[in-house]
Every structure is written in structure tokens, then in C-alpha cells.
């Protein structure tokens, strides 16, 4: 009841957006904990180089795939390689993908989106039908194409799925301007003079900030599972590195004989998804202007 009663006085002394959204997301245990479980697997994966017990290439053939044991936790590969490490460093290059993506994809998407939503009229419309034609165009073309010219390459591969990935966000974004751009204060500061840049970078974009962070975590498990998809496929991460993805595609191919080759990397997967899924809808309703003040 003490507890309640703080809170309630903290919320009528007033607090700022964030400051509220955080107070609701305190309240959401799912979110908050997948809030943590995805920090704690960041900072992992920051220090795999020294917590990793084995090279990620350290190969043993006279030991082959062994299931887990006290010596290696998850099992061996057909390669005698550690699984824990190379799940680890897979781990790394998954998680980057999916951050470095997606922040190309908000670049690009925040960006086309602002600049179409508040000019509208004519300049909207050849945007917005852009996007459209590039959503015809199936990604999986797109980003064979790309690797066919430009050959592969991890930073081609971040290049890719965020130019993919964008064409949501254009959207959403455009979407929040027009409604922006028809506010008093956006009226206020163009009969100020003030230029155009200041006028998107310091009142227009700030205030979108809330649906680009929701749907920049939800973009994330869509690049990883995108990224998954296309190493399974072969056109992903390239041996000798590894991600997640990499892995399943190795343990789907011999998972009837060493079934922890698939179970593990599919569990670091979908576990990771889950969290940043149930996180992004707990972020939504925090955010969320609708949502009163408990």
C-alpha cells in the first residue's frame, strides 16, 4: 500500500513521457524481464572472446560430434568443434545483424518517411509510390542480386536487410508527420521563419520517436530471422564464421544423428525472438499516450 501510495505521488507531481512510459514498463514483469534476459545476452556476447572455452575454428576430428558433456556443455560438431563457442560468437554476429540492420533500415525508413509525410502533395506521392514498387519486388531477388554484384560480405549482408527492412518504417513514420505537421507548434515555428532542417530535426522527428523505438524492437527479430533464413539458404554468414541461423542450417542437416546440433541453436534463437517480441509489446503500451496514468 506504501508502495502504491509513492507512486501515485511521484505520478501527480507529474513526470515526463519517458519518465511515465518507464514507470508502466516497470509494471510489465514480461517486458522488464525480457528487458534484462536480452542485456544480460548483449554483455555475453560483448565478452565471448574471453568467456568462450574453445576457438571458434578449434577443430578436433579425432573427437567428432559427442553429445554434451562436462568438458563441452552443448556437445561437439561433426568438426570437433566446441558448440557453447561457436554458439557464442554465432551469437555475436546474429545480435549484430539484427542491431546494425536495423538501425539502417530506421535511417533510411525515419528519414524518407519524414520528408514525405510533412512536404506531402506531389514530392509524397512519387515517394510513397516508390515504396510501393519496392515492395513488389521479392526481397529474396533483391538481396541475391546484391550479392551477385557486390559479392558477400558481413557488411553487405547488414546493407542488404536494411534496405529491405526500411519500407515499413517509411510508412509509419509518414503516417505520425501528417499528423504532426497539422499541430500548433509546427504552425508556430514556420510563421517564426525558422528553416526546414530545424524545423523536421527539432519538432517533427522527436516526436515520432515513440513508433520508431516500438517497431525498432520488432524490426530486430525480423532481421535476425531474416538473417537465419538466408544462411540456412547459403547466402548468409560464411564459414569459418558463424551465427544462429549458420548453425541450425548445419544441425538440420545431420539432426537425426546429433539431435543438440539443432536444439541448441534453435533454443538461443528463439528464446532471443520471444524476448524481443514480448519486449516490444510491452514498450508499445508503455508508450502508448492512451494508456492512463495508474
Known sequence: MEANKHDMSEQEQGSSLWADAWLRLKHNRLALGS??????????????????PYGYEQQNLELGATPPSMAHWLGTDVFGRDLLTRLLYGGRVSLM?????????????VLWGTVAGYLGGRVDMLMMRLVDILYAIPFI?????????????MLLLFMAIGAVEWLTMARIVRGQVQGIRQQEYIEAAIAMGLPLSRILWRHVVPNTL?????YATLTIPQVMLLEAFLSFLG???????????????????SMEEYPWLLV??????????????FLGDGLRDALDPRVAKD
Open 97 to 109: 545483424v539484427g542491431f546494425i540492420a536495423t538501425a539502417v533500415a530506421l535511417l533510411i525508413g
Open 35 to 52: 528487458l534484462i534476459f536480452l542485456l544480460a545476452l548483449v554483455v555475453l556476447c560483448i565478452l565471448t572472446p574471453w568467456l568462450a
Open 141 to 153: 531477388i533483391f538481396i541475391i542480386l546484391l550479392m551477385v554484384v557486390f559479392g558477400r560480405s
Open 210 to 214: 515513440g513508433p520508431v523505438i516500438v
Open 264 to 277: 541448441f541453436p534453435g533454443l538461443a534463437l528463439a528464446s532471443t525472438l520471444f524476448a524481443l517480441n
Open 235 to 253: 547466402l548468409g554468414i560464411q564459414p569459418p564464421q558463424s551465427s544462429w541461423g549458420l548453425l541450425i542450417s548445419y544441425g538440420a542437416e
